[in-house]
């Protein structure tokens, strides 16, 4: 059974920063694109990151240059570095294991002063 659970999430003021997890069992994260979505109830889930297995990062662009997308393959573990927070950054963040139907739960990120 694959599981994916993300850590990390909470309050920041705008301008802050916050790294996401997301550690994964069930399977090798090293076979599989890797991706970071986020949804709030406004808008509908956008992509924000993918990882590809040969390691090639995007990026929504409205984070380029902001969020950066890392993976450790040998700990089986996918993160979102999350810098210069804006309130439009608020939204539930959740990691995928991209082209199937292996969510995590999610983490709630809330910027605002």
């Known amino acids: 059974q694959v599981r994916l659970v993300e850590s990390g999430g909470g309050l920041v003021q705008p301008g802050g920063s916050l790294r996401l997890s997301c550690v994964v069992s069930g399977l090798s994260i090293k076979d599989y694109d890797m991706g970071w979505w986020r949804q709030s109830p406004e808008k509908e889930r956008e992509l924000v990151a993918a990882s590809s297995s040969d390691n090639m990062t995007t990026y929504l662009y409205s984070v380029r240059g902001r969020f950066t997308m890392s993976r450790d393959n040998d700990n089986n573990s996918v993160y979102l570095q999350m810098n210069q927070l804006t309130p439009a950054d608020t939204s539930k963040y959740f990691c995928?294991?991209?082209?199937?139907?292996?969510w995590g739960p999610g983490t709630q990120v809330t910027v605002s002063s």
């Open positions: 995928n294991v991209r082209w199937t139907a292996n």
